[in-house]
């Protein structure tokens, strides 16, 4: 098992860029900058297709029962009831115990299923277990896992345990995706935001994920591009494409279409897959689908007529 | 210091408790003042302001709406002076405060005069009780200035409704001055949006929003040289998410203003099993 040693080297076989600090104020205006982008009429309806493209449908709630995660599903597979069209969600993210339904409504639909694992939202459990879960959701079917990080750990200075851990869940996720989530909000600022990306990149991720949308605060622009500033250093540096997935907050299509801006802007077209870049949200969905009969029947829209979800 | 400069006022449009420009940037000059001249953007934004309104309106008991109208009632007359300044004069405004009260007496006896206990062939105690419509849509009256928006606002404030009005487009000065005792009333944020400008450029936007539920074109209809053609337009627009289309009188009281913009919901609640 691969160890950190103190400090923060990373092992030299993977080349990775230096860590380095963020400049703060920097980012922000660039990030704000980024954001005044005005998009209209084509470009518009293309980047809230991609934007359902890119989603991870979630349900991530105690009262989540089959019933309501069947019915997620169903609107993952087919988004609008009145337009074929529309394209379906990339995956559909939910608890451990609820893949098995999410497994048996999305099979043959393309759609993905993702499960949260390794003690979500807080990570405080012992690796053992969290590994144990992990396993299980992978022999249950889902297609992806979303692991938290141990920030108790990132935060006392022990990223060898997080390093650890972080290989460990990659080794049983087989050919699972992992994705692993850094709860920024957590994380106390860019710098420890960068660190913990180039951490968990080197550590095997396929994605990083911003949030566990169970926090105080989640996804905000510049975190994301700290983040995908992260990822193009470390695809500059090995040619490793790392996928970014934004997460809690993202209600309107007006940020969905910010957030993919900044993708295109940083990464390029190569990211604006979903392949490589997802949306995690559970209301944005409805106000897309809005947005889109907004566009096309020129009449502006109300969610009494979207499902309630 | 004598020569001080005045502070010249430009009147802005009234969203979800404060008093934006108008989303385009654009004003125009009217009755000497510089006013918002609003966009469709505009109208979005206050429809969104009303619908996060509507909830605490709605729920708000009787008494207190009352209560609310009354405070209304007393803030336009302390403003008078004001009001005066911006419509035919200080008559027109007594009479506007007194419209308000009016209504403002009706919000709890409402549901004993509209709704009532109905007697069934059934072991069931069947009752009915009226409800509000939800976001009302205004197209004031061009005239008079104040007395036509409030003889159209007062009664679906009244029944628990909340409304995006879009302000004679003649004498808007009159319907900001308005806001501005609106926004010091009490009255909750978002629960009364006032635009000024051009209804023939906002009007159709609001009839057709999937999220207004009832439009009120008595300013429409009656407008002075106005255009039959445009009340009609408004209708089939509002016809896509089968509007409630309402209409009054630009100058009148009647307990029919309020009962157009209201919905009754009818229990059946079984007893003696």
């Given at each position: ?96 115990n609820l893949v098995p339904t999410a497994v048996a409504r999305l099979r ?202 | ?80 002076g004001d009001l005066a300044a911006t419509c035919s004069g200080p008559d027109e405004v007594a009479r506007a405060v ?176």
């Amino acid at each position: 098992m691969p160890a950190l040693p103190g400090g923060f080297e990373l092992p030299a076989s993977l080349r990775l860029t230096r860590v380095g600090s963020v400049d703060a104020v920097a980012l922000e205006a660039r990030a704000a900058d980024l954001a005044g982008r005005s998009i209209k009429k084509e470009s518009k309806l293309l980047a809230l297709d991609l934007a359902i493209r890119c989603m991870d449908l979630t349900t991530l709630e105690g009262a989540d029962t089959p019933g309501k995660v069947t019915a997620l599903c169903t609107k993952a597979i087919r988004p609008d009831a009145q337009d074929a069209s529309v394209p379906s969600c990339a995956a559909v993210c939910v608890y451990p115990n609820l893949v098995p339904t999410a497994v048996a409504r999305l099979r043959g639909s393309g759609v993905k299923v993702a499960s949260v694992a390794t003690a979500f939202p807080s990570g405080q459990s012992p690796t053992a277990i969290k590994v144990r879960e992990v396993e299980e959701v992978v022999a249950m079917g889902a297609d992806e896992v979303d692991m938290v990080i141990d920030r108790g750990a990132f935060l006392s200075g022990r990223y060898g345990k997080v390093y650890d851990e972080i290989v460990a869940v990659k080794e049983v996720c087989g050919a699972a995706h992992l994705k692993v989530i850094l709860e920024t909000a957590e994380l106390g600022g860019y710098d420890a935001i960068r660190r913990a990306s180039l951490l968990a990149m080197a550590a095997g991720a396929d994605f990083i994920k911003t949030s566990t949308g169970k926090a105080a605060a989640s996804a905000t622009l510049p975190i994301q591009l700290c983040m995908l500033e992260a990822i193009r250093d470390v695809h500059d540096a090995t040619g490793r494409r790392v996928g970014m997935k934004a997460a809690g907050g993202i209600r309107t299509a007006k940020q969905a279409v910010q957030y993919l801006v900044q993708v295109h802007e940083t990464l390029g077209l190569a990211w604006l897959t979903p392949d490589l870049y997802r949306l995690g949200a559970s209301s944005l969905l409805n106000d897309v689908l809005m947005q889109l009969h907004t566009q096309r029947t020129g009449r502006y829209q109300s969610l009494d007529y979207f499902t309630n979800d | 210091m004598t020569d001080r400069l005045p502070v010249m006022k430009t009147y802005k449009l009234f969203i979800g408790g404060a008093f934006p420009r108008s989303e385009s940037g654009r004003v125009v000059e009217v009755e000497g003042a510089n006013v918002a001249l609003a966009s469709r953007k505009d109208v979005r934004d206050a429809v969104k302001a009303a619908r996060g309104a509507f909830p605490g309106w709605a729920k708000a008991t009787a008494y207190n709406r009352g209560q609310v109208l009354y405070r209304l009632a007393e803030l336009m007359e302390a403003r008078a002076g004001d009001l005066a300044a911006t419509c035919s004069g200080p008559d027109e405004v007594a009479r506007a405060v007194d419209r308000v009260v009016w209504y403002a007496g009706w919000t709890d006896k409402l549901a004993q005069v509209v709704g009532g206990a109905n007697p069934v062939a059934g072991p069931y105690f069947d009752f009915t009780v009226p409800e509000p419509t939800g976001v009302v849509g205004i197209v004031a009256p061009a005239e008079p200035a104040l007395l036509g928006l409030i003889s159209r606002l007062a009664p679906a404030l009244a029944g628990g409704n909340v409304v995006v009005a879009l302000a004679s487009q003649l004498h808007p000065l009159a319907a900001v001055e308005l806001a501005e005792c609106i926004a010091t009333a009490d009255v909750p944020a978002g629960v009364v949006n006032i635009l000024t400008g051009d209804p023939a450029e906002t009007a159709p936007w609001l009839a057709s929003h999937m999220d207004v539920n009832a439009i009120d074109i008595s300013g429409a209809v009656a407008a002075p040289g106005g255009d039959p053609a445009f009340a009609t337009a408004l209708e089939r627009a509002a016809a896509d998410n089968v509007k409630r289309v309402v209409r009054g009188p630009a100058d009148g009281q009647r307990l029919a203003d309020v009962e157009q913009l209201l919905e009754l919901k009818t229990v059946w609640h079984p007893i003696g099993v």
